[in-house]
């Protein structure tokens, strides 16, 4: 505060401010406001009082200004490396990736890139939308086909937030080379007969849901007296026969009563004591449930199946069908336009028919190796053995693979171990069987089968198949063949 006997105060400031200015801001009597100052820094006031032209008293003060406030920077979205990849063969020819589900919330993208022989963009993933339950962003699994062995390949997994950010994790996996050529096992004699099992039409299906027990189904249009079904004063429809073995001791077969007539069977089990059938009548495809809290079907002469139930499609050829884990079962058939059918039991219902390139003659054949792979083979209009596979649970097709060959007959795929695969048909116009096999990841050339005899002189000797081959494994490398034999007969051999 001044005395009320001064005339005037001035300021001084030091440092002083820039050359030539006053000091910034309005100075009163008793007060100054000093906008010229710069944070973080001291300075010293020398404050006077005149009167008149005689200057006074002075006192000084000094004030440190303080740092420029520090805005803190918004939170980071970018994605944490949240991928923590393993990769491990599968087959011979296949990587198996696995990463776990991707649970950030800030990631929305997943790349997978392969650095080596043949590098590229294996996936390009987005987040789906946001649905009820637990989340379940990104598939955790990958398998990848690889062309060239004993070679070294990098995967990097990218993953980018919704601002375009990414973080990156990479693995390195070599491959090995190709194992020598195994020794397969064979079929042996002799062969056996399903007794009483009159065969009017080329279809059989087999299925096993236990290593002692086979279930056998074919469609039967001969009725006693050997007359055929829809003919005669009364016609009935063509009904489904199934027999039980456990092995080599076959029951009486018994007949599952339908409303229409049956053309073509397939059947599978995704459990233990549950069995699926499915037959085609025109160009539609039913199904046919036995539940496990029924029992055995033989215990109950096959009365007990649930009433059938038409699953829509449009059937061209006879149904195959396989449960690739428990409640999941796949069938597969030829469209009328000669494409490759899908209709498939997921999440307790059944889903929409789907269609799959594909050139296909006749029925296809599915098996699989292990819960997330699917593979369908086929006889192509040509003549060839080709196949369609999906390595990730269905979502993903492959683009389908012509492996050549000389194929007569609907082919029928036998899953012998989840490395080991064998595909079985007939030539044109006849003669002996052929086998195509496929091991840890590579396919061998096609040629005619061979039972090994069991009684001097050891023989081999060719096998043949009239039609309806049927194939089904009870265990690793022990399996079932199923055929038809012209007067009329099922026969069938054991693997081993």
């Known amino acids: 505060m001044l005395p009320d006997e001064a ?28 906008q010229s100052c710069e944070p973080n ?3 010293t006031y020398r404050v006077c009082a005149y009167y008149g032209s005689d200057e006074g008293e002075c006192s ?35 990587v198996f990736l696995n990463w776990g589900e ?20 294996l996936r390009y993933t987005d987040s789906p939308e946001p649905q009820p339950g637990p989340p379940d962003r990104f598939s955790a699994m990958y398998w990848d086909q690889v062309e060239q062995l004993a070679q070294h390949y990098r995967y990097t997994f990218t993953t980018y937030n919704r601002d375009g950010d990414s973080t990156s994790v990479s693995i390195d996996f070599h491959v090995p080379g190709a194992p020598p050529i195994p020794h397969l096992p064979s079929w042996y004699e002799p062969e056996g007969e399903v007794p009483r099992a009159g065969i009017g039409l080329p279809t059989i299906a087999a299925v096993s849901w236990a290593p002692d027990r086979v279930d056998v189904f074919w469609v039967n249009v001969r009725k006693p007296g050997g007359t055929f079904a829809g003919s005669g004063p009364n016609p009935d429809p ?41 037959y ?79 050139s296909i003659a006749g029925k296809p054949s599915a098996l699989s190796l292990n819960p997330a792979h699917i593979d369908v083979y ?47 048909y007939n030539p044109p116009g006849g003669g002996n069987l052929r086998r195509r096999p496929w091991s840890d990841g590579r396919w061998y050339e096609e040629y005619d089968d061979h039972a090994a005899t069991t009684t001097p002189p050891f023989a081999p ?9 049927a194939t089904v494994s009870t265990a690793p490398f022990r399996a079932y063949m199923f055929c038809g034999h012209l007067l009329p007969l099922m026969r069938y051999r054991r693997y081993r």
């Open 7 to 34: 005339t005037a105060v001035n300021v001084f400031r030091d440092p002083p401010p820039p050359a030539g200015t006053w000091i910034a801001g309005w100075i009163s009597r008793d007060s100054i406001t000093d």
């Open 41 to 43: 820094t001291s300075y």
């Open 60 to 94: 000084t003060v000094t004030v440190h200004t303080p740092p420029t406030p520090v805005t803190p920077p918004p939170p980071s979205t970018r994605p944490e490396a949240v991928i923590r990849p393993q990769a491990s063969m599968n087959g011979l020819n296949t």
């Open 102 to 121: 991707i649970n950030d919330p800030h990631t929305v993208k997943l790349r997978i890139y392969r650095d080596g022989p043949d590098g590229r963009r």
């Open 238 to 278: 063509a009904r489904i026969e199934h027999v039980v073995g456990r092995p080599e001791n076959w029951g009486a077969p018994t007949h599952i009563p339908l409303p229409n007539a049956a053309q073509s069977v397939a059947a599978s089990s995704d459990r233990v004591g549950a069995l699926d059938v499915f």
């Open 280 to 358: 085609s009548s025109g160009r539609d495809l039913w199904h046919l449930h036995w539940s496990p809290e029924a029992g055995l079907p033989e215990d109950s002469n096959d009365t007990a199946w649930a009433a059938p139930v038409e699953l829509g499609g449009t059937v061209g050829s006879g149904p195959t069908a396989i449960a690739i884990r428990p409640g999941r079962t796949e069938v597969f058939y030829r469209t009328p336009d000669g494409m490759l059918g899908r209709r498939w039991f997921a999440d307790g219902t059944w889903q929409g028919e789907q269609k799959i390139q594909a």
């Open 378 to 424: 086929y006889r192509t209009p040509a003549g060839h053995l080709a196949h369609r596979t999906s390595l990730d649970d269905g979502r993903t097709w492959l683009a389908e693979e012509d492996l050549g060959g000389a194929v007569g007959t609907d082919p029928s795929a036998l899953a012998l171990s989840s490395k080991s695969i064998v595909v079985y």
């Open 461 to 469: 000797v060719p096998i043949r198949v009239d039609f309806g081959l």
